[in-house]
């Protein structure tokens, strides 16, 4: 069982740079979220999906798009990179109350 | 809307000595708690969680937490803790229904000292 996997592991951008995180289940679960961890802030929540065809926004959305075309995938799009988005990015899915799945991270740098 | 507050941002203890991680939650609705722990550079692990029944919960590696209702509180303890338990550990809450998306405290850093 693979779980969640998100890649890249690390990436760099400059400014204004467009890039697509990708994540992927094989557990069929329904829920799938975006995540970014920034240090002493916890975990925000970006983006959520409560199936395919079906996504919503978090508590901090600006500068990301999402959307989820079938049940396995849940791809976060940067439309337009900004140093303030340098972070450590999680995608995690869940098949509702038993708690969320993570991947391990892709860690962004935006110069 | 829900909230957790994680009263403590950094925990040090000795090896062998037991340890309490802090959690309190606000919510108007019934609720799900959990408690992940991040190690170093790796993603989030589910240690445990309520869901409802028995307000005692136990987890993997030891690791157990008490629901309490009246104070709103899911403290994590663990009653002997090893260099391997240093990490990072968040509290959640989730409502039940809808998208079940949790929302998670700042953390608390345990650091086991030997």
């Not at chain 1, 779980?3 to 760099?12: H, I, L, N």
């Not at chain 1, 204004?16 to 829920?31: F, K």
């Not at chain 1, 926004?57 to 049940?71: D, L």
């Amino acid at each position: 069982n693979a779980g969640v996997t998100q890649t890249p592991k690390f990436q760099v951008l400059k400014t204004g740079q467009s890039m697509t995180l990708q994540c992927a289940q094989d557990m069929n679960h329904e829920y799938m979220s975006w995540y970014r961890q920034d240090p002493g802030m916890g975990l925000r929540l970006i983006h959520y999906s409560v199936g395919a065809g079906i996504t919503d926004q978090g508590e901090v959305p600006n500068g990301y798009n999402v959307s989820r075309s079938t049940t396995e995938d849940f791809p976060l799009r940067l439309l337009s990179a900004a140093p303030s988005q340098t972070s450590v990015y999680f995608c995690a899915s869940s098949s509702g109350g038993e708690g969320y799945t993570f991947g391990s991270g892709t860690r962004l740098t935006v110069v | 809307a829900q909230s957790v507050t994680q009263l403590d941002s950094q925990v040090p203890v000795f090896e062998e000595a037991p340890v309490e991680l802090r959690c309190n939650y606000s919510s108007s609705v019934s609720v799900y708690l959990f408690w992940y722990v991040q190690y170093p550079n790796q993603g989030l692990q589910l240690l445990l969680k309520y869901l409802s029944g028995s307000t005692l919960v136990k987890g993997i590696n030891g690791f157990e937490a008490e629901f309490n209702k009246s104070q709103t509180s899911f403290h994590l303890r663990k009653p002997s803790v090893h260099i391997s338990d240093t990490a990072e550990y968040f509290c959640a809450v989730s409502a039940p229904g809808g998208s079940y998306i949790p929302t998670f405290g700042r953390g608390t850093s345990l650091i086991v000292h030997p």
